[in-house]
């Protein structure tokens, strides 16, 4: 069973960047990731995904064109670059594998991003 | 766009849950349900509208087709009462969204 740790998660100040990493546990690391997030007391939102191999990346609408999901494969590590970071990016981020590409299954822990002046 | 009810559930162990999770299009059978306890990661519990993930208990069990989607919980254990939230994604590109969750509380 893959494990996926998150790190990265902090107080940031609103305008300035922050990357998250997850990394995962096992030999192969050949599948696609996601990330998710969840704002303090409220529900799920997905924010991208990329496949197995980098070649392909997507965006929720809220953090297009301000995060940037990307891997490295030979460290097993999964990361998301956010930029331009608002008040509404506070939240816990999820690291989690893609099941199918349709589902998600492990999920990490999660790492708290606040962003706040 | 996945819209949930109801919002909260109140039911005592033993009863039967009943959750559902309507798509504004149809999503064919691509829709999964999460279980979510406090200060937990979300764990796949359904996928494929009906398919049980690894390891969960058969009191688990989703139904549904097209647009409406159902959870049922049977016979409820006290370690089932938590936030459950369905999940689809988009033909192309691909996007994913999540209803906005129905909180199963011990009534």
């Known amino acids: 069973q893959v494990r996926l740790v998150e790190s990265g998660g902090g107080v940031v100040q609103p305008g300035t960047s922050l990357t998250l990493s997850c990394v995962a546990s096992g030999r192969s690391f050949s599948y696609g990731m996601h990330w998710v997030r969840q704002a303090p007391g409220k529900g799920l939102e997905w924010v991208a995904v990329?496949?197995?191999?980098?070649?392909?990346?997507y965006y929720g609408d809220s953090v297009k064109g301000r995060f940037t999901i990307s891997r490295d494969n030979s460290k097993n590590t999964l990361y998301l670059q956010m930029n331009s970071l608002r008040v509404d990016d506070t939240a816990i981020y999820f690291c989690a594998r893609d099941q199918e590409s349709n589902y998600f299954d492990p999920w990490g822990q999660g790492t708290l991003v606040t962003v706040s002046s | 766009i996945l819209t949930q009810s109801p919002d909260t559930l109140s039911l005592s162990p033993g009863e039967r849950a009943t959750l559902s999770c309507r798509a504004s299009?149809?999503?064919?059978?691509?829709l999964a349900w999460y279980q979510q306890k406090p200060g937990q990661a979300p764990r796949l519990l359904i996928y494929?509208?009906?398919s049980r993930a690894t390891g969960i208990p058969d009191r688990f069990s989703g139904s549904g087709s097209g647009t409406d989607f159902t959870l049922t919980i049977s016979n409820l254990e006290p370690e089932d009462f938590a936030v459950y939230y369905c999940?689809?994604?988009?033909?192309?590109?691909?996007?994913?969204?999540f209803g906005q969750g129905t909180k199963l509380e011990i009534k």
């Open positions: 299009q149809s999503v064919m059978t691509y």
């Open positions: 990329i496949w197995y191999d980098g070649s392909n990346t």
């Open positions: 999940q689809q994604r988009s033909n192309w590109p691909p996007t994913y969204s």
């Open positions: 494929d509208t009906s």
